[in-house]
């Protein structure tokens, strides 16, 4: 099997794995093999719940967004209308353009 005799020499192995259990500590390899399976489905079951708060979060600002498009609406209508003044049009309009930039803001798109 080796070339001239000569015997495998264990020192001489390199090993590319990953070597996991390599310092486990005083765990056997059962518990050290349980205790990271538990690790990773904790770690997954972080990322599950991070990921359903952004869309929880993306569509608060989706909500927000038509809100504020609604009630620009009602305050161009109502100003069209003669029920409100310019001046408080303006200042509505200013207070919705504020509302609107901060939705945007989170989301880093304007």
């Known amino acids: 099997m080796f070339p001239d005799g000569e015997k495998s020499d264990k020192s001489d192995k390199q090993n590319n794995g990953n070597a996991y259990g390599k310092n486990k500590g005083d765990m056997s390899g059962k518990e050290f093999g349980q205790n990271r399976a538990a690790e990773a489905k904790s ?16 569509e608060k600002v989706k909500e927000g967004k038509e809100k504020v498009k609604v009630a620009k609406e009602k305050a161009k209508a109502k100003k069209e209308s003669g029920e409100m003044s310019e001046e408080e049009y303006k200042k ?18 304007h």
Request: negative net charge.
């Open 92 to 109: 509505v309009e200013e207070a919705l353009d504020k509302a609107d930039k901060e939705l945007g803001i989170g989301r880093g798109s």
């Open 43 to 58: 770690k997954e079951k972080v990322k599950d719940e991070a990921e359903e708060n952004l869309s929880e979060a993306e």
